[in-house]
């Protein structure tokens, strides 16, 4: 059974000194459709993640790596690329097993569309978001993804990952929408792309902030319990 995470919102509000995070909760397609929690939050590290969720054949379990690299020792780039050490072989063999057991799913599903974990906290003394993500080619060839929105330069406002299509024309079409409330913003754009595509986003929405000294918010916990939540 290959389960895949859907859709992410991560925001920098510079104006407010905090950063935004907002998830979806499908995790798997069909009639019986599973919902989990899409955030986990350790010590001085919250990571969202989309993409390949798990993949029993190959034993690829995406949000123990992410766990794991949130607790590996570092600032919040050593934890981005912690993950990137720890899943990346894992990664490799469960592609290997899809593109061989299901070529029909690898290329619709996997083929060119990344797994990405937005790893978000306090990077060299403010808010910051690092993304890093691994993407198969048509061939199985793997690549890596290195991206980030960091002080002082906050090159990005934010990032959005995983069914981000509606979330785009949305911009487009509100070009002030960054004058709007992140934290109200950021859970509406998951829901326009859970209201666009019901089959692979579901209900209920997982939301929080950080604020500049690091301290979390759960603004609504949606399938993230205590115990999802790590």
Known sequence: MHLNATSVVALIDRANHRLVIAADCRVSRGTRPVSACKIIQEPGCTA???GLYEEGNSDFHLREY???ACRE???LRSKADAFLRIAR???EEAVIGIRKGDPAYFANTIANKPTEVIFA???DGEPGLIVRGLEA?????IKVERFESTAPSYG???YFIGLNGHIRSYIKSHPDWANDDYAKLAARFVELEIEAHPDLAGLPVSALQI???GDIVWLAKGACDARQSD
């Open 89 to 91: 072989r894992p990664f």
């Open 73 to 75: 020792p570092g600032d």
């Open 137 to 141: 080619d048509s061939a199985g060839k």
């Open 156 to 158: 990005r406002i934010g």
């Open 48 to 50: 969202a993640m989309a």
């Open 66 to 68: 992410v766990r794991v």
């Open 121 to 123: 906290g306090i990077q």
């Open 211 to 213: 604020d500049n000294k």
